[in-house]
């Protein structure tokens, strides 16, 4: 088993800037590929970031491209989302995920542990 928490959350105006962080324990952390996925009301859950087990290779959605960057602490077993230039459409519950998978993916359905969430509100 492995513990999410996210954090980080808030309200923050067009523009502005917020970080996620997520706290993974139980299992070894390393053993993960690690993503972030977000869902807005009335839409289905979607792909942000992912980043690979030894933090070498990352993906993004284009929608977050050059806005987000993600990444990770393998010592400290954290993950991060370092979100810049925040959009109103940005808006939504952001969940961090862990997978076993060999390869980093985008999938939803690839990722075994969830954490419980953390609202992200960008207002106009």
């Known amino acids: 088993q492995v513990q999410l928490v996210e954090s980080g959350g808030g309200l923050v105006q067009a523009g502005g800037s917020l970080r996620l962080s997520c706290a993974a324990s139980?299992?070894?952390?390393?053993?993960?590929?690690m993503g972030w996925f977000r869902q807005a009301p009335g839409k289905e859950r979607e792909f942000v970031a992912v980043?690979?087990?030894?933090?070498?290779?990352?993906y993004y959605t284009d929608s977050v491209k050059g806005r987000f960057t993600i990444s990770r602490d393998n010592a400290k077993n954290t993950l991060s989302l370092q979100m810049n230039s925040l959009k109103p459409e940005d808006t939504a519950v952001y969940y961090c995920?862990?997978?076993?998978?060999?390869?980093?993916?985008?999938?939803?359905?690839?990722?075994?542990?969830w954490g419980q969430g953390t609202q992200v509100t960008v207002s106009s």
């Open positions: 139980g299992r070894t952390f390393s053993d993960y590929a």
């Open positions: 980043i690979s087990r030894s933090a070498g290779f990352t």
């Open positions: 995920a862990a997978s076993r998978a060999v390869a980093a993916t985008t999938h939803t359905r690839s990722y075994d542990y």
